[in-house]
């Protein structure tokens, strides 16, 4: 049984090449990427999952972008579950979720990255922005 699943943007090159860094990784979670059925299957947001990635509990419950991200590298080896656990740690998650915000935003710049990275630009002021969970 999966210990969860992390849905990527196949069309964002730095998505897929970090979806493939994690994939090299003894990750306990499934990395795939997202296509309406498979958001439709799991309860995910479409719009929101354009702007934060998600990842799916085993429960259903669905987290987004940093706290994804933490929720994900939580299934991994013990390195990565430490880095997982402290971007998850509640004094840490502003500042998780900015820098998450950041790199969102900037992707299309990464390594990897394109136009096809952008984030569509009526959502550069929303959740990629300034969404916390605490």
């Known amino acids: 049984m999966t210990a969860g699943h992390l849905l990527y943007d196949p069309d964002c ?11 090299r990784r003894e ?8 296509t309406p059925g498979r958001l439709a299957e799991l309860g995910v947001d479409a719009d929101r999952a354009t702007r934060e990635i998600p990842f799916v509990l085993p429960g259903g419950e ?3 972008g940093a706290r994804g991200i933490a929720a994900a590298l939580r299934t991994g080896p013990a390195w ?4 997982g656990a402290l971007l998850d740690a ?7 979720a900015r820098a998450y915000g950041v790199v969102a ?6 390594p990897g990255g394109s136009a096809a990275c952008a984030l569509p630009a009526a959502t550069h002021g929303s959740p990629a922005r ?3 969970e605490t």
């Open 130 to 132: 300034r969404t916390y």
């Open 13 to 23: 090159g730095a998505c897929t090449r970090a979806a493939g860094w994690l994939g």
């Open 27 to 34: 990750m306990g979670c499934s990395i795939e990427p997202i």
């Open 105 to 110: 935003r900037n992707r299309f710049a990464l």
């Open 62 to 64: 669905v987290r987004y």
């Open 90 to 96: 509640r004094p840490l998650r502003p500042l998780a």
């Open 80 to 83: 990565l579950r430490v880095a």
